[in-house]
């Protein structure tokens, strides 16, 4: 069975390694295609008018018909509604995050997993990480980049001062700490060191492995302090942060015994650093997952209007589902759907008024994009 919750199968496959209010109103679309190649474009981030995402255009075959794994991080300007192409190294680069002019991502050009960073005003790309293990899935706000390391065999939270070139390590529990983010001196990320698993537990499934509990913990630069975020028992992950907010996925209503996993009942919830305070952000009884922050804004991957989508290729058959993005206003308190199509929209990520999101309309997964002003959607 396909599972869309990404970070539970990445945070699965670390756990194997250690072990041995309101009705939501629909929008009229105003989507906008920020790619169109009939290849896999994803993992979109966005700051002011740039939005960069993963791009397999220029993957490619060998004579003897074996697959080349080249991806590449590209770039499009909203304003001058230019695109550019950042890396052009033939190996694997993903999972790209912005701030400013600079762009870091994940790249395997040295066969092992860096991170490396591409600065717009100056031209240049500079790699941030040489240890011989791997680096994954860089987050960046300011001059710090945040990433989880496995040199320690487990994966851990490290960071980089650009400005200073010092590099830290934020964890050192024995468990794995996943999915960091950060926003100003606020590191947040997935941690295991509550799950508990015994070895017998690693032949569990992913459904029974979600019964367990992980938590959403942080880092307080400025204090040196870790806390605790989540402590009910059950599972949450892939935080996402704004000044005092930070969003996650939630499991702690779930009903994880029917086969279909789109039963199960995900949530998104949030945490208030200043008050303290812990809300369910959303209740309807289908999956919410995946969240991302912006000011009042929270959007996310919704499935409450799942139905088996038509006309669609074969070879995606266990993609036939409709996913779409809503959002949540913190202040107003009311919930809207912002995409109607039926097929599925995923991964968003929001800047300002405008959300981006991977789009499968069009059988391949695209870019798109559209701005909240002039919708009644207004962060």
Known sequence: MSIKIKTAICFWTFLLLIATGSVAAQTESTDIPITTEESDQNDPAIYADR????????????????????????????????????????????GPAIYGNRIVWTDMRNGNADIYMYDLTSGEEIQLTDNRSDQWYPAIYDDRVVWEDTRKGNADIYM?????????????????????????DIIAWTDARNVNLTEEDMNLGLQDLLLFNADIYMYDLS?????????????QE??????????????RNSNLTPDDWMQWNVDIYMYDLTSGEETQITTDGSNQLLPAIYRDSIVWEDYRNHAEATDINPILEELQWNSDIYMYNISSREEKQITASEFSQEYPAI???????????NRYPDIYMTNLT??????
């Not at 220029?58 to 001058?80: K, R």
């Open 51 to 94: 939005v960069v995402w993963t791009d397999w255009r220029n993957a490619n075959t060998t004579p003897d018909e074996s697959f080349i794994w080249n991806a590449d991080i590209y770039m499009y300007n909203t304003s001058l509604e230019e695109e550019v192409q950042i890396t052009a190294n033939v190996s694997l680069q993903i």
């Open 160 to 184: 980089y001062n650009i400005t200073s070139g010092e590099e830290i390590q934020i964890t050192s529990n024995g468990a794995p700490q996943i999915d960091p983010v950060i926003y100003g």
């Open 223 to 235: 204090s040196g302090e870790e806390k605790q975020v989540t402590v009910n028992e059950s599972w």
């Open 238 to 251: 892939g935080p996402a942060i704004y000044e005092d907010r930070i969003v996650w996925t939630d499991m």
């Open 351 to 361: 800047y300002e008024e405008t959300v981006v999101w991977v789009d499968m309309r």
């Open 374 to 379: 002039g919708q009644g959607l207004q962060s």
